[in-house]
């Protein structure tokens, strides 16, 4: 059953990057739109970005645009979250998951243990 493996999460200052990692168990990931998930705590999950299977086409939550960058290589099965200028606002776990499409998402993964990202000076 595919699943996914989140890694790359730390605790970085306020303005900071990390490059979050979304390793899949196999390449059937490839047929699959993908999404980065964030969830505060005391908050619900949100979606803050996706990438499609084909073509690549992107979509990102409006607190994380011109921030936030997802991209995938298939060939090494992974997704990726480059995140630039961070905020303490971005603190949270991050997960990712597949869905059928970008838009009109349906979560068709269970979801993993996450990566823990806190922006603290």
């Known amino acids: 059953q595919l699943h996914y493996v989140e890694s790359g999460g730390g605790l970085v200052q306020p303005g900071g990057s990390l490059t979050l990692s979304c390793l899949a168990s196999d390449s059937s990931s490839e047929h699959y739109a993908i999404g980065w998930f964030r969830q505060a705590l005391g908050k619900e999950r949100e979606r803050v970005a996706c990438?499609?299977?084909?073509?690549?086409?992107?979509t990102y939550v409006n607190s994380v645009k011109g921030r936030f960058t997802i991209f995938r290589h298939n060939a090494n099965n992974t997704v990726f979250l480059r995140m630039i200028r961070l905020e303490p606002e971005d603190t949270g776990a991050y997960y990712c998951a597949a869905g059928g499409n970008c838009d009109g998402w349906v979560t068709l993964t269970s979801w993993g243990q996450g990566t823990q990202v806190t922006v603290s000076s």
């Open positions: 990438v499609s299977a084909v073509g690549g086409s992107t």
